[in-house]
């Protein structure tokens, strides 16, 4: 964010540069002389001073070359506001990222509790005989992997929290405690058309492209103006303190122009350069729009994955904790071996990590469809507003 508003005060101070080609140009001087004309004269001093004033009247290319800086610095301003955007973007994905990896590491910490109640349950089943050995040593194995994966779980979480953290401007290891507030995350309204054209019509990476392309215009009557002559104004005058001179004070006004014949054909080489940077400029553009078009149908569809995708996880694991519920109940009943209620203990956990971690998976893909259409909001500070004034 601060590099984006540094581009944007130095495309604003480029901007004020090319307005001082319509401002006069004044220059002055002054001087003072000590001579002797002869060694047994008197030392002779006097003193002298000059004043000229410039101004442009028919310098067209001035115009041009101000209209793509303020251009410029226009989608200066723009792609600033489309960084906080993709910070915003970011910011959010990484607190959502934490909040999957704290239900993540909860979860984990529940399966872990009743794998190790089971294991030692089974362990002393098998002690006794009551089931073979191969069931209290698989029994342990599934305690063993829940404690291995909530390690691993935890670990993960450190790096989360580092990456919001280092996203924030701040420290990893600082302190951090998130609410676990996401307030309402609504799909935008509307089929995948209708996406696409309201992307079309406000996305700042369009803008940007607009404005390039409006300034390489700009540049390519610039080169042109290389073939027209220039007309200025300008006023002289000198003063001198000599009495030896005619006139104490002198006035000079006049117009003076200039016009480049022949120079080797460079102009001529720079204005079809600058007409083939336009082209190039244009072509970026036509790439910038279907860039976007595409993003946004990408985006849109991994929305709609995202929210099929958390209803079936859903349904996934109302199915396998009822498997488990029945063969747990038939395995303390001797009706079904105990290997089939531990493998079905296996899989409901599994169905539960998955389940959460798809908990947030429908805001992300939203929030990235947001950016994908530039609708992102950012949040406005008092200080960044007297900074854009």
């Not at 792609?79 to 910070?87: D, N, S, T």
Request: hydrophobic content about 45%; aromatic content about 8%; some cysteine.
């Amino acid at each position: 964010v601060r590099k984006a508003d540094l581009d944007r005060e130095l495309y604003r101070i480029g901007k004020n540069v090319a307005f001082t080609a319509f401002l006069p140009n004044v220059a002055a001087s002054a001087g003072y002389n000590s001579y002797a004309k002869e060694p047994q004269m008197s030392e002779k001093k006097f003193g002298t001073a000059d004043l000229d004033v410039s101004m442009p009247i028919f310098m067209p290319s001035s115009w041009f070359l101000y209209a793509a800086a303020r251009h410029g610095y226009a989608a200066a301003g723009v792609a600033a506001h489309y960084v906080r955007q993709g910070i915003v973007l970011q910011t959010s994905v990484d607190y959502y990222n934490v909040l999957v990896q704290q239900d993540t590491v909860a979860a984990l910490e529940t399966q872990l509790e009743a794998a190790r109640q089971t294991a030692d349950r089974v362990s002393g089943l098998a002690a006794e005989g009551l089931v073979a050995k191969w069931e209290g040593d698989q029994a342990r194995f599934a305690a063993e992997l829940r404690e291995t994966e909530l390690n691993k779980a935890r670990r993960q979480l450190a790096v989360l929290r580092g990456e919001l953290l280092q996203g924030l401007g701040l420290s990893p290891a600082a302190p951090l405690e998130l609410s676990g507030e996401t307030g309402e995350t609504p799909m935008p309204a509307g089929s995948v058309e209708d996406l696409v054209l309201k992307a079309l019509e406000i996305h700042p990476e369009l803008a940007i492209a607009d404005r390039q392309v409006v300034a390489q215009d700009h540049q390519v009557r610039q080169a042109f103006c290389n073939f027209l002559p220039t007309i200025s104004l300008f006023s002289s005058g000198s003063w001198t303190g000599n009495d030896l001179a005619t006139h104490a004070e002198n006035w000079v006004t006049g117009f003076s122009g200039a016009w480049t014949l022949f120079d080797g054909l460079a102009n001529v080489a720079r204005y079809k350069a600058a007409k083939v940077e336009r082209q190039q400029t244009q072509l970026e553009r036509e790439n910038t729009f279907l860039s976007v078009m595409v993003g946004v149908v990408a985006a849109e569809a991994a929305a709609r994955d995202a929210a099929e995708g958390a209803r079936v996880r859903r349904l996934a694991y109302d199915v396998a904790a009822a498997k488990w519920a029945d063969y747990d109940a038939k395995a303390r009943e001797g009706l079904i071996p105990l290997s089939d209620a531990l493998d079905a203990r296996g899989a409901m956990d599994l169905a539960q990590v998955a389940l959460v971690q798809s908990r947030y998976q429908e805001k992300i893909a939203i929030a990235n469809l947001e950016l994908a259409m530039g609708l992102t909001l950012v949040p406005e500070r008092k200080t960044e507003t007297k900074e854009v004034k």
